[in-house]
């Protein structure tokens, strides 16, 4: 009888050691999904986002392409464009663009 009664209620330390280990363990799970979430969410956005295109002109040739840019989201968004190229540059104006497209026959 007594060895049972024993078994059936731990110690209060024990289940209180117990408790804390289990909500510690919680806690560190919450964290790692919370991690791997953000991770994801990231490598989802990098890999929609980022683009190449490649142009072989040919020397003097002047060269105009345009490349639209969509958000990934619903809701306007600010863009970055980089080239490390000083010979090409980005059109920044609605007269210019429209220039080039009719000079390029688009």
Same mark, same amino acid.
């Given at each position: 009888?007594?060895?049972?009664?024993?078994?059936?209620?731990? @110690?209060?330390?024990? $289940?209180?050691?117990?408790? !804390?280990?289990?909500? #510690?363990?919680? %806690? +560190?799970? =919450?964290?790692a999904r919370r991690r791997a979430?953000?991770?994801?969410?990231?490598?989802?956005?990098?890999?929609?986002?980022?683009?190449?295109?490649?142009?072989? @002109?040919?020397?003097? $040739?002047?060269?105009?392409? !345009?490349?639209?840019? #969509?958000?990934? %989201? +619903?809701? =306007?968004?600010?863009?970055?464009v980089r080239c490390?190229?000083?010979?090409?540059?980005?059109?920044?104006?609605?007269?210019?663009?429209?220039?080039?497209?009719?000079?390029?026959?688009?």
């Amino acid at each position: 009888g007594l060895e049972a009664e024993v078994a059936l209620n731990p @110690p209060p330390r024990l $289940e209180f050691a117990e408790s !804390e280990v289990r909500a #510690k363990l919680l %806690a +560190d799970i =919450d964290a790692a999904r919370r991690r791997a979430k953000r991770a994801a969410v990231l490598e989802k956005l990098r890999s929609g986002i980022s683009g190449r295109k490649v142009i072989r @002109p040919s020397y003097g $040739e002047l060269c105009f392409f !345009e490349h639209e840019f #969509k958000s990934p %989201a +619903d809701r =306007d968004c600010v863009f970055e464009v980089r080239c490390d190229d000083p010979d090409i540059s980005l059109v920044a104006s609605t007269a210019e663009w429209r220039a080039l497209r009719a000079a390029s026959g688009l």
